[in-house]
Each structure stands twice: as structure tokens, then as C-alpha cells.
């Protein structure tokens, strides 16, 4: 077995953990942003209409998630928009990346209007890929989206 010679060293060994501490803050603080974007529709919670058919849609590479609420309020996350204001915000995605797609999630009860305002900003800002987010009804009264 091997022996050490007395070493003139007093220090003792230390555990400095404020690296490690930051590179957990970095985590968490990555995936609090990404979470929003990989997951669409978390931010408000809605009551999407129902369908039997199977969706055609077929997005593309990004899709920005739209969503219009019971009182016919238009939402991108949390935060609420005007026509003017998602037109502008339409336009600056497609500006950063041309085959995007736009989902609409809209409660069932939203007033059409609504809808068709979500569509009309669509159309001005240049997007030509829009789907409407529906739950499937499947038989046995089971339902997901």
C-alpha cells in the first residue's frame, strides 16, 4: 500500500459550487423559454371545437400558435393583440423565417368575427399555411387533440 509523505500543505480540499449553480440557472432559465415554444397552446387553456374528420393540415417547419378566447379576444402567449399589432408580428415571423404556418386555437363559443379577423391578418401579413386546432371525437365519448 502506498504512503504519503507529510506534505507541508495546510490547505484542505474546498467544494466550490457557484459554477455549478449557474450552469443550473442557465437550465432552468433555457427551458422556461423553450418550454412555450415546443409546446403550443399552454399558454391560455381553450375550449376547441369538435370534429369527426381527420385534420389535412400539414404545417411546416415553424408554426406560431394564435389564439382567440371565449370573448373573442386575440392572444400570441400571454400577451393580447390588436389586428394592426398581430399583423406586425405576422410579418416580423415571416420576415425571420418564410415557410412558417399559423394555428389557430379558438374556443368554441369565440364570435366568428374573431376568426375571421385572425384569418384576414393571416392574409396581409403573407402567410398562406393556416389551420384551425380541433379536438377529435372518437367513439365512446373519448376525446383529445
Do not use: W
Not at 2 to 26: G, H
Not at 58 to 86: A, C, E, M
Not at 88 to 112: H, K, T, Y
Amino acid at each position: 500500500m502506498f504512503r504519503f509523505r507529510d506534505s507541508s500543505c495546510d490547505e484542505k480540499p474546498e467544494l466550490i459550487i457557484i459554477p455549478m449553480v449557474d450552469v443550473m440557472l442557465f437550465l432552468l432559465a433555457f427551458f422556461v423559454l423553450i418550454a412555450g415554444s415546443i409546446i403550443p397552446g399552454l399558454a391560455m387553456k381553450t375550449n376547441p371545437p369538435k370534429t369527426v374528420q381527420k385534420s389535412s393540415f400539414h404545417p411546416k417547419r415553424r408554426v406560431i400558435t394564435v389564439t382567440v378566447k371565449k370573448d373573442g379576444s386575440i392572444y400570441y402567449g400571454n400577451q393580447r393583440l390588436t389586428f394592426d399589432q398581430l399583423v406586425r408580428l405576422l410579418r416580423g415571423f415571416r420576415r425571420q423565417s418564410p415557410d412558417i404556418s399559423v394555428a389557430i386555437d379558438a374556443d368554441r363559443e369565440a364570435p366568428v368575427q374573431s376568426l375571421v379577423t385572425v384569418l384576414d391578418a393571416v392574409s396581409r401579413a403573407g402567410i398562406n399555411s393556416v389551420g384551425l386546432l380541433a379536438r377529435e371525437e372518437r367513439k365512446g365519448n373519448e376525446s383529445s387533440r
